[in-house]
Nanobody, 125 residues
Framework: VKLVESGGGSVQAGGSLRLSCVASGYTFSMFALGWFRQVSGKDREGVAIIDTDGSTMYVDSAKGRFTISKDNAKNTLYLQMNNLQPEDTAIYYC????????????????????WGQGTQVTVSS
């Protein structure tokens, strides 16, 4: 499994970015997908999740600003981020993996998912 993120960069507060993640090495539609982020010295945080049935979940701070989507034909996951704020500054990771009974999708991805190399998002005030 290989996941390659792109689309990170530097923007001013209120700006937008669209992250992309191209997956290969497995059947894309079989696994749940998510975007996690990490700030140096802090734990990784699940930002947005999309399950195999298309259902989505967001961390509270992302609701109304971020949209996760996927294109199964292109094996690509997206994260549209609008109205970015300085607290959104982090390395963003694309994650893919199977779900597990007894675990939330986010927890399953965190402990057993496949991770990309990450892309830096920096938001200045």
């Amino acid at each position: 499994v290989k996941l390659v993120e792109s689309g990170g960069g530097s923007v001013q507060a209120g700006g937008s970015l669209r992250l992309s993640c191209v997956a290969s090495g497995y059947t894309f539609s079989m696994f749940a997908l998510g975007w996690f982020r990490q700030v140096s010295g802090k734990d990784r945080e699940g930002v947005a999740i999309i399950d195999t049935d298309g259902s989505t979940m967001y961390v509270d701070s992302a609701k109304g600003r971020f949209t996760i989507s996927k294109d199964n034909a292109k094996n690509t996951l997206y994260l549209q981020m609008n109205n970015l704020q300085p607290e959104d500054t982090a390395i963003y990771y694309c994650v893919s993996g199977p779900t597990a009974e007894g675990l939330s999708v986010a927890a399953a991805l965190l402990v057993a998912g496949y991770w990309g190399q990450g892309t830096q998002v920096t938001v200045s005030s």
